[in-house]
């Protein structure tokens, strides 16, 4: 029998258990530096070894660490703070805009309303002025759907008059008495004007804005949703057009001014 027919019927781990030198040689004088000895069982017990650490730790990091959110497809994005706080932006900038919106549409229907009611106090005809009890009969009719709450309890000063294009009405109260909201909706202008000093405006349903004139301070700003009766400024006397503490409400209708007296109390 042959040495290589011996060396076929060994078994496969007595092939494995077969030792094994390596040796280091210094490739300029030829000298032994060092020597490994070795055989293929340990060789490959060890590379196994440590290919299994390796895939435990790879395994326990993605695991266990934050390492996963960087992996595509790993993990429930729902669960990424940075994600969620990016969602709360995102969700208030889509308010901000929204408030940008109304607060553009409601200054626009002031604006509207302002220049065509300078037309409208021209000298009227007989039939405009049948015209327009027509109008205020339709805007009481659709008005009388809202419940309006008392902004401030006082005296009427100066009234609602169009011919002298004083589109509200001033009612005086005691100093540092709170005003509130006639309706809910969202505040689109709370800011100093030069004729109306400390200033809201507030856009509510169905196209009707209010206006507060002449406070002494602002409790909310631009943006703000606000209720009904919730406090929004305090009385005063700012602006070029006051002549004492109080407060110079307004009421505006599809861009157009109402008589606030006609819808709002203020016993």
């Not at 005063?236 to 006609?262: A, F």
Request: charged share 20%.
């Amino acid at each position: 029998m042959s040495s290589g027919d011996i060396e076929n019927k060994r078994s496969l781990f007595e092939r494995l258990r077969d030792n094994y030198r390596l040796v280091v040689i210094d490739d300029h004088d030829f000298k032994e530096v060092n020597t490994f000895k070795f055989n293929l069982l340990t060789l490959y017990t060890l590379v196994s070894t440590i290919v299994v650490m390796l895939c435990t730790l790879a395994i326990s990091l993605i695991v266990f660490t934050p390492i996963k959110r960087f992996i595509p497809g790993y993990g429930d994005i729902e669960d990424n703070t940075a994600y969620i706080e990016l969602r709360k932006k995102v969700d208030e900038m889509e308010e901000a805009m929204k408030a940008q919106d109304v607060y553009n549409l409601g200054l626009r229907n002031l604006l509207q309303g302002i220049s065509g009611e300078e037309v409208s106090i021209e000298a009227k005809e007989v039939t405009s002025i049948t015209n327009a009890t027509v109008q205020e009969a339709n805007k009481t009719s659709e008005l009388s759907q809202f419940v309006f709450a008392n902004p401030i309890s006082g005296t009427i000063s100066a009234k609602y008059d169009l011919k002298i294009q004083h589109f509200g009405v001033d009612i005086l109260a005691p100093k540092n008495t709170a005003i509130k909201s006639i309706l809910s909706g969202i505040v689109i202008l709370s800011d100093w004007t030069v004729d109306g000093g400390n200033t809201v405006v507030i856009q509510h349903a169905r196209n009707v804005s209010s206006v507060y004139k002449h406070n002494s301070a602002l409790l909310v700003k631009t943006g703000d949703r606000v209720k009904t009766g919730q406090a929004i400024a305090i009385i005063g006397n700012t602006g070029k057009l006051s002549t004492g503490p109080h407060l110079h409400l307004e009421l505006w209708y599809n861009g157009n001014p109402i008589n606030p007296s006609n819808y709002v109390s203020f016993n």
